[in-house]
């Protein structure tokens, strides 16, 4: 053996075991090699082991044995080691509890050290207080607190206590620290993934979020919108563009919908983070979509006609409004459907023809966004056979008192009649009854042209000179001879002189279109049948009209079903709505006979400057509100723009002229009687002649009064004419 002193310990660098007895023996660790070395104490004792072997008392013991007990330090912790604990949090210390029992002294007391443990996968690289703190609770106790992050998860941590007695022994324990074990739930109601719709400025769409966590007892969250990034459709909101919300609690908050989304549906990741880490998070998710509103939800049109349906993407950007329009009959059968939406007008629903047999056909409306097409809303149609009359108020009986008039018939009874129609403006209706003396054969309703603002006895088309036509006509239809009974004569004015304020254009003032307009006509008669007529089945009820009169009339007959009520009618220049597609159409496109010069006329309205003052104009009118003078509708479809043709045909009197018999007009009990001048050159005639071609049974031939113009009443034949054929056809069949 080669023995090397150095100062206080001994340094064996080589020994052989030949010259030990066989009871003696060193073991050195793998880790150590052949080198060890030993303190002074012992350096005698294997000196003359060396020397003396047979000396087999002396024994080799560990430093600081003292009396020749090995020094042993023994680490134990609450929890058990190795302790798996979390981080700390600013609130809630993680800390494990360490003693340590020194055992071949008395003296307890050591010293406490923290260290990375590397015989890990995950090597902790934490130095210094990133490893946690120490504090000495007793000279061999301590509670150690850990860290409030850690490097890796786990972080292990070697815990080591060295014997204060010769402060070299150790003993230790391993401890690792992982990340907080915090699991934060987010629930809501409605249930994650939410679907609402966006806000609005009156109501708001929100969701109620609550966080549960659990690791803590701390609740508390912070909340956080973030689009959502695995959508189909990536939300591109940001900020108040995800929406708000309001905190109601510590881990409570109610969510607000924005009132436009840049998609739909467009993902928002709800997020809560725990405060007790700011770390750990919980998300649920909502989805807001646009949402589609239509109006009217329900109606009820008639057979062929047509109704503007309106819709909104709620939450939808500019530009991104966009509707698809569909209409469906589920119960339609044998090749009746339920009508269709306008190509070249979005939102125009035009009814269709009822089958024979078929009387009323129910069609779903719906109307789904083109942004988000599973956003709909729906409706429900219902057609009938004829358009619904509107209803009528009154003051009373309706009686007022008659403003002063400027001609015409005196010792008059005046009404007011105020009329709602579905989809129109209300608007009051004015009448001028006189009795006849004796007892009244029946009722006459008397109608002017245009839009009827004024009164058929002092209408100024009919007064040519001295001549007053119209009442000269409502004179011999009340008092025809002192001796022969007459008739009661209503005259109906939309306007003139009962209200000249906004009325220049009578029935006809839109928006709404002419056929659902005519509704006011078509009640007023059924109101004057009713109450002044009395509903009388022994008397007759007829009624004239010239040119625009004409077309109240026509309207009244066929679309709102009203002919049950008329005896006899007298159609003056006109209907001069018959064909309200061909009028509003390129001139020369259609024409249509004349039979008083047997010509072919143009059936297109007339258009002058603006169009105004133009025939197409008054039919614009009808798709105008009051007081503005756009859309210009007919007079547009004149000019060659096309897209309104479907309206103008469904608007139409003749709305469907494949029919055989497209205005069937029963007789008995009507007689249908028309008449035009023959020097009438407007479109009336051709369009007129229309109507009389399309009315079933065949009614007359029409009657061309010589030297006539538009205004059949102005001259002393054609007045003559009226008078003559109500005294003679006006009669219950």
Known sequence: MTVRIERDNMTITEYTSRLLPPTFSMAFSPSEGPVRKFSSSVVPCLLVAAVLFPLAGCIAHAPGSGGGQQILVTVTSTPTSPASVSVSTASTPSTVQYIATVSGTSNQAVTWSLAAYSNVTTVCTASDTGLGTIVVTGSNTMTYTAPQTVPVSPCGIVVTATSNQDNVTTGQAILNVHSLQLVITVTSSPASPASIPASTSSTPSTVQYTATVTGTTNQAVTWSLAAYSNASTLCTATGAGLGTFVKTGNNSMTYTAPQ??????CGIAVTATSNEDNVSTGQALVNVHVFVTVSPLTDTIGQGANLQY??????????????VWSASCPTCQNGQTGGAFDPSNPG?????????????????ITAASNLDPNQFAT????????????????TGNGTISCPTFGGGLTGATCYQVNVSCDGIAPYSVYLKVNAPTGTPLGTVIFGTG????????YDSSFIVGAFNGGLNVVQGVLNPTVANAGYITVQVSFGSPFNSTGTDNGWLQGPGG?????????????????????????APMCGTGNSGGSGAIGYALTEYKLASEFAMVELTSGPVMTRLHQGCNVCGQYTGSDPCTQLQENMCYTVSSGGSDSSAGIIDSAYQAQGQTTPTLCTDGINGINTNFNRFLSDSIEDDPANSVPLPIPNPPTNVNVVFGTDDTSNAVPQGYAWWGGVGPQPPAPTCVPVTPHAVPSTSAGAAQIVTDIQKMCIVH
């Open 310 to 323: 309106t819709g909104t993407v709620n939450g939808a950007p500019a530009g991104s409004q966009g509707i």
């Open 450 to 457: 245009t839009g009827g603002s004024t009164l058929y006895d």
């Open 260 to 265: 436009t989304v840049p998609v739909s549906p």
């Open 514 to 538: 002419v056929r659902r307009l005519a509704c006011r006509y078509a009640t007023v008669a059924d109101w004057i049948y009713k109450n002044i007529h009395n509903s009388k089945a022994s």
């Open 379 to 394: 409706g429900t149609m219902t057609v009938q056979e004829s358009d619904p009359l509107g209803t009528v108020t009154t």
């Open 348 to 364: 125009l629903f035009i009814a269709p023809g009822l089958q024979q047999g078929v009387t009323t056909v129910t069609t779903t």
